[in-house]
């Protein structure tokens, strides 16, 4: 039986401002591995050279959840509900996919990142660092936080006092600083502590 590995992690769990991104990557076996890691391990240049390329030649899908449902569910849950939006949007692609690049499967298992599963339409199993271990995860690693950081670089245009594009909603001193002095901006998780 030849069972294809789905890697899932999400990008965005700590951060004060913004959406939490998921990723969900099935690999070719010819592709180019040797670019892949955790992507908080690459340079923002090698993170995007390795999306294109992931983009080009895997499956993938990428779910995307918002601050005002993230205050609403929680971080967890909407993480794993990412999760879920990205694996659904990838089994989508999954047959065209498959037969485009000759890919034969029985079935599908998913990997995720961490220790709680999402609710994925096939067994999962979850590892935490799984995102520094296996290529699918480190693909889907890659995707999320490439979405993230480019969907906060467009916030950026739209909140530049928050400096968005620089710290990505992550709570450093400045973004901290400056949601003391004039408030929390339009795209703040405001259940999260300051």
């Given at each position: ?36 890691n ?13 999306e ?90 890659i ?44 795209i ?7």
């Open positions: 039986m030849n069972i294809l590995i789905c890697g899932l992690d999400e990008a965005g769990r700590g951060p004060l401002a913004g959406p939490v991104t998921a990723g969900a990557v099935i690999l070719p076996p010819d592709f180019p591995f040797e670019i892949l955790d992507s908080k391990k690459l340079s923002q240049k090698k993170r995007e050279t390795a294109k390329i992931i983009k080009e030649r895997a499956c993938w899908g990428i779910g995307i959840i918002d601050h005002i449902t993230i205050d609403r569910i929680n971080i967890l849950q909407a993480s794993l509900l990412a999760m879920k939006l990205a694996y659904e949007m990838m089994a989508i692609k999954l047959p065209d996919w498959a037969a485009v690049h000759s890919v034969a499967y029985d079935g599908i298992e998913a990997l995720a990142d961490g220790t709680f599963r999402p609710a994925v339409s096939c067994s999962c199993r979850c590892e935490p660092k799984a995102d520094g271990i296996y290529p699918p995860v480190m693909a889907a690693s995707i999320a936080k490439t979405c993230r950081d480019a969907i906060m670089v467009e916030l950026d245009k739209k909140y530049p006092q928050y400096g968005y594009a620089k710290h990505k909603g992550y709570p450093t001193a400045a973004h901290v600083k400056i949601c003391r002095e004039i408030g929390p901006s339009p703040q998780r405001l259940t999260f502590n300051y």
